[in-house]
């Protein structure tokens, strides 16, 4: 059992705002492939508030070792007053009863929450593809023969069946993401809705197991703020490939960030924090790429410590955990250190107060020192070369910067990787999403597996741009049938003309949505198995296709040159 050092959610702070809410209780794990990942309702996960439970190849009735203690959401800016606004998850215990962030969403118009609303929402909303695909053949006839609970209690604009699944009522603003069959703009699961994950930039796509929750910071700031009143909907989403092992032991994650304050906050980083417990804690590195946005843990040695206060040890050839920003750049990377564990500088180890949360999200020490380029990154003495990110270089290559090459000594490595998005203005959303990888091949060598790393997390970039398209032989998408009416498409890319060909002659309706959600054409047809749609006149890109009839819904996702 690892016990941190400090209990940051008992900070000041808290005790300045009314506390209408308590510490969120609720626990649930992502296990849509091989890795096991708890996740908890305060914007953190990979721990049950004692130990650690985020394990990849994970094996039912096996002692499996953990990579993370803890992840978990840091951002903050100034105010026009210039006044720090702070919200930083950290570590609390089974006793907390306060947090810095609380359950549910925030009213649009006050930025405020209270306790019963925290109360409702203290609560995850999972649901799989398997069970998507189950309700959507249910719903072929008009009607349902089971409850399909996940996806009649989808917490999703205008869903008539929210209240019946869940005990209380939605509040009219966008929350959990849809496919939205009619383009109407509201959930009805009877019309043939149904949930999706939506990324920036991307189209909505279904993947094996998706969980859906939202949370918000009026827990108070860390270091003595006040809130920033921020909204945050966090998505944590799985595929499950077993032949493809660096998606099998993934998970991917979305934070959506809304600012329903009235003010603009400037200098707003966004950030991941994570607590690396590679098996055995004490013996850990930490590395970053900044080519590829990622940042990683990786052993000190080629045998994992063991024993470790009861910790399970990886032994011989340790993997490699990895944290990859997926539609965002790594703008600072920065190591912080367990005072509890050897003797770091104290100006590295965590921090206490507003300003040094703010240092250490823009880049510098607790004391306000740069991180330099050499050694441990901190150097009083001579503080430069200044350097935007830790430990940069390959571990393979003892010419470059690494914690192996600077001959650091092993320790609770907790590691902040940062965006900066800069002016974040009043009903602005910003968005951080990202793919936590393991890595580990059959008798590699913990450098060997630093190597295989590097080599394949640039591939999850390419995985991302392309919409999660065939990540794996069992994805599953709304690029793909998912019930309903069968039908072919052709040509695919079309130049001039799409022709769409039904299984049997019917009636029903065709409609074509742009990659933006924006209905491009709708027509109803009879008595007809073919259909032809001129194309002339849509802009170049990516467009989905639905075709409604008595059987269901149908979509097929094709090009337009």
Request: proline share 7%.
């Amino acid at each position: 059992m690892k016990f941190p050092l400090t209990l940051s959610f008992l900070l000041a702070a808290v005790a300045a705002i009314a506390q209408v809410c308590t510490a969120p209780q609720s626990q649930i794990d992502l296990a849509g492939n091989a890795l096991r990942a708890r996740i908890l309702n305060a914007a953190d996960f990979g721990w049950d508030l004692t130990e650690a439970r985020y394990q990849p190849d994970f094996a039912t009735g096996v002692n499996t070792p953990s990579t993370i203690f803890l992840g978990t959401l840091w951002f903050g800016g100034i105010d026009p007053a210039g006044n720090l606004k702070i919200g930083a998850g950290r570590y609390r215990t089974t006793s907390s009863t306060s947090s810095p962030f609380y359950t549910g969403p925030l009213d649009p118009a006050t930025g405020t929450t209270m306790g019963a609303t925290c109360a409702n929402w203290d609560r995850f909303f999972r649901v799989t593809a398997a069970e998507i695909n189950a309700f959507l053949s249910d719903l072929s006839d008009g009607t349902l023969s089971a409850p399909h609970t996940a996806v009649r209690g989808w917490p999703a604009r205008g869903n008539p069946f929210f209240a019946g699944v869940t005990g209380f009522s939605l509040p009219n603003q966008n929350l959990a993401p849809f496919h939205d069959a009619d383009g109407d703009g509201s959930y009805d699961p009877m019309k043939g809705d149904y949930p999706v994950v939506q990324l920036q930039g991307l189209a909505a796509f279904v993947p094996d197991e998706q969980i859906w929750t939202v949370v918000n910071d009026q827990g108070g700031g860390a270091g003595g703020t006040f809130p920033l009143q921020a909204e945050i909907h966090i998505t944590y989403f799985a595929f499950s490939c077993p032949d493809k092992p660096l998606i099998n032991n993934a998970m991917f994650t979305s934070h959506k960030i809304i600012n329903r304050s009235s003010e603009q906050i400037d200098s707003f980083s966004v950030a991941l924090y994570v607590d690396f417990d590679l098996g055995c804690y004490s013996d850990d590195y930490l590395g970053s790429h900044p080519a590829t946005n990622t940042f990683y843990t990786y052993n000190r040695s080629n045998t994992d410590l063991a024993p470790c206060s009861g910790v399970l040890s990886y032994g011989i050839n340790p993997p490699v955990q990895a944290v990859t920003f997926l539609n965002q750049s790594l703008d600072r990377f920065m190591p912080i250190y367990n005072a509890s564990v050897g003797a770091p500088t104290p100006a590295t180890t965590d921090p206490t107060t507003s300003l040094e949360y703010f240092r250490y999200l823009t880049g510098s020490w607790r004391d306000g020192l740069p991180l330099t380029g050499a050694g441990s990154g901190y150097n009083p003495v001579q503080p430069t070369p200044v350097a935007t990110h830790a430990f940069p270089g390959n571990p393979n290559n003892a010419a470059e910067w690494s914690m192996l090459g600077a001959n650091q000594p092993g320790g609770d490595q907790r590691g902040l990787g940062a965006h900066q998005f800069g002016a974040f203005a009043p009903g602005q959303i910003v968005e951080l999403n990202a793919a936590w990888t393991y890595h580990r091949g059959p008798g590699l060598t913990h450098l060997q597996n630093v190597a295989r790393m590097l080599d394949e997390v640039p591939h999850l970039p390419v995985l991302y741009a392309n919409n999660f398209a065939d990540v794996c032989t069992s994805s599953v998408s709304t690029t793909n049938p998912v019930g309903g009416a069968k039908l072919t498409v052709w040509p695919n890319p079309a130049a001039g003309a799409l022709h769409v060909r039904l299984a049997e002659a019917g009636s029903g309706v065709i409609r074509v949505f742009d990659q933006t959600g924006r209905l491009v054409t709708e027509r109803q047809y009879s008595n007809t198995d073919t259909l032809r749609l001129e194309t002339d006149a849509w802009p170049a890109g990516i467009y989905w296709v639905q075709v409604h009839d008595a059987h269901g819904v149908a979509v097929r996702k094709i090009v337009a040159q």
